[in-house]
């Protein structure tokens, strides 16, 4: 493994708080909720994490960890809230200083789970398949194919703050302009039209304050790299620095929701649940 020659480490303590209420009718009860803590990236490395009430802490798919928490019995207008603290620590790490085996069957098999379309990532719109087919008149490879495709995105959208909706990679395609989501949803979608396997990264940015950004971005597979951290909003391809907080993967599917909740019994209508985090720097050093 290489690192680069001089890293910035973050130790941060992250704190969140959900809260679920019912607002509905009748009781909520038999209830489980599903909470999306962190997914594994090669940049974080997890201290601790202690959940109150005490809950089951499982991996799921695409190495998304999650707490599974069960929900007391909660009557017309009472809420629920539970807490989770993470300890982690983060470091800069740049994946194309590194070489890693790309067997071929490991690349045929993410091309047949990771380049469909989906929500959010619509392959087959005309206007993705002519930016997509320009592109790759340019390009010899898999990895150059990606570089023209992570400027495309930065030269075709106009970066604006966080939009009221995810749009898309269609409609960001035609109104030259988006968040971090419709950057990282075109990326994703210009790769998978190309056949390159391709999927999307929920999580944070720490800057100063105890307030984090929310923030998208990608990951493409790259021959003998495997899948590396694209950002087309910020700007780095290849490098996550220590203030990215990596909490949820998406590729099988185009969303995943941080708090999803089943329950049984009289409540007709789902509950409202809302979540507040925070984080802060515990201790900062250089290795």
């Given at each position: 493994m290489?690192?680069?020659?001089?890293?910035?480490?973050?130790?941060?303590?992250i704190?969140m708080?959900?809260d679920?209420?019912?607002?509905?009718?009748g009781r909520?009860?038999?209830?489980?909720?599903?909470?999306?803590?962190?997914?594994?990236?090669d940049?974080?490395?997890?201290?601790?994490?202690?959940?109150?009430?005490?809950?089951r802490?499982?991996?799921?798919a695409?190495?998304?960890?999650?707490?599974?928490?069960k929900?007391?019995?909660?009557?017309?207008?009472?809420?629920?809230?539970?807490?989770v603290?993470?300890?982690?620590?983060?470091?800069t790490r740049d994946w194309?200083?590194?070489r890693?085996?790309?067997?071929?069957?490991?690349m045929?098999?993410?091309?047949g789970?990771y380049?469909?379309?989906d929500?959010?990532?619509e392959?087959?719109?005309?206007?993705?398949?002519?930016?997509?087919?320009?592109i790759s008149?340019?390009?010899?490879?898999?990895?150059?194919?990606?570089?023209l495709?992570?400027d495309?995105?930065?030269?075709?959208l106009?970066?604006?703050?966080?939009l009221?909706?995810?749009i898309?990679?269609?409609?960001?395609?035609?109104?030259k302009?988006?968040?971090?989501?419709e950057?990282?949803?075109?990326?994703?979608?210009?790769?998978r039209?190309a056949?390159?396997?391709?999927?999307?990264?929920v999580?944070?940015?720490?800057?100063?304050?105890s307030?984090?950004?929310?923030?998208a971005?990608?990951e493409?597979y790259?021959?003998?790299?495997g899948?590396?951290?694209?950002?087309?909003a910020i700007?780095?391809?290849?490098?996550?620095?220590?203030?990215?907080?990596?909490?949820?993967?998406?590729?099988l599917?185009s969303?995943r929701?941080?708090i999803?909740?089943r329950w049984s019994g009289?409540?007709a209508h789902?509950p409202?649940?809302?979540?507040?985090?925070?984080?802060?720097?515990?201790?900062?050093?250089?290795?």
């Amino acid at each position: 493994m290489t690192w680069l020659p001089e890293v910035t480490i973050l130790r941060l303590l992250i704190e969140m708080q959900a809260d679920v209420h019912n607002n509905g009718g009748g009781r909520l009860q038999d209830a489980r909720m599903t909470w999306h803590l962190l997914t594994d990236m090669d940049n974080q490395f997890v201290r601790a994490i202690d959940v109150f009430p005490p809950a089951r802490v499982v991996e799921k798919a695409e190495r998304n960890m999650v707490a599974i928490i069960k929900v007391p019995e909660l009557q017309p207008g009472e809420s629920f809230s539970p807490t989770v603290t993470l300890r982690i620590d983060t470091t800069t790490r740049d994946w194309m200083m590194e070489r890693l085996e790309t067997p071929t069957e490991e690349m045929s098999r993410h091309r047949g789970t990771y380049c469909k379309a989906d929500k959010y990532w619509e392959v087959d719109d005309p206007l993705v398949q002519e930016m997509a087919e320009q592109i790759s008149s340019r390009a010899d490879s898999d990895e150059r194919y990606a570089r023209l495709a992570f400027d495309t995105v930065r030269k075709h959208l106009r970066l604006k703050t966080h939009l009221d909706e995810r749009i898309g990679a269609s409609r960001a395609v035609r109104e030259k302009e988006g968040d971090c989501d419709e950057h990282a949803d075109l990326f994703i979608a210009l790769l998978r039209a190309a056949k390159i396997p391709a999927r999307r990264v929920v999580g944070h940015i720490y800057r100063d304050g105890s307030n984090p950004e929310s923030h998208a971005w990608s990951e493409a597979y790259l021959a003998g790299k495997g899948w590396v951290p694209v950002d087309p909003a910020i700007g780095y391809f290849g490098v996550l620095t220590e203030q990215y907080f990596s909490r949820i993967r998406e590729g099988l599917v185009s969303e995943r929701p941080t708090i999803s909740i089943r329950w049984s019994g009289m409540a007709a209508h789902a509950p409202s649940v809302e979540e507040e985090i925070r984080m802060r720097v515990v201790e900062n050093g250089r290795g």
